[in-house]
């Protein structure tokens, strides 16, 4: 099992980005597998988001875990698939721009988005708060 688990991951890895899980989606239904599969992945990959959503508030890993549930539904799913090697293509060009601004910033700009950064995450933390327990 764990081979397995590392053999795809390295297939996405080595994967064109804006590919690599309509791959993974393709190679999975070529595969083929019992028809128990499809439900199993899609609602393991819903419960798992959902995790992932309940854990974005905390510290730690909630965008990783919402990640892997997706890609869990990808697997079985084109047009979910398709989603997220849009999404994969998006988010490097955010990230580039991101960098690329970064490095280009004086300190006291950098001082600031660090600022503007821990701001919004404790506004974020605190609405999460106010929502779950103020009730």
Same mark, same amino acid.
């Given at each position: ?7 795809? *991951? ?10 690599? +899980? ?28 959902? #995790?992932?959503? +309940? ?7 909630? +965008?990783? !875990? !919402? ?34 601004? *970064? ?15 821990? #701001? ?9 708060? *106010? ?5």
């Amino acid at each position: 099992m764990l081979r397995k688990v590392k053999e795809s *991951w390295r297939e996405i890895k080595e994967a064109e980005p804006g590919e690599r +899980f309509t791959r993974r989606y393709e190679q999975r239904q070529r595969s083929g597998g019992s028809g128990v599969r499809k439900p199993l992945f899609i609602g393991g990959g819903v419960l798992v988001m959902a #995790a992932g959503i +309940f854990f974005l508030p905390a510290p730690g890993p909630g +965008f990783l !875990i !919402i990640f892997l549930g997706a890609g869990m539904v990808a697997q079985e799913s084109r047009p979910a698939a398709r989603a997220l090697d849009r999404i994969e293509l998006l988010v490097r060009r955010v990230a580039g721009w991101g960098l690329r601004v *970064w490095k280009r910033s004086p300190l006291p700009v950098k001082a600031l988005i660090v600022l503007l950064a821990l #701001a919004l995450a404790a506004g974020a933390a605190y609405l999460a708060y *106010w929502l779950l327990f103020s009730r």
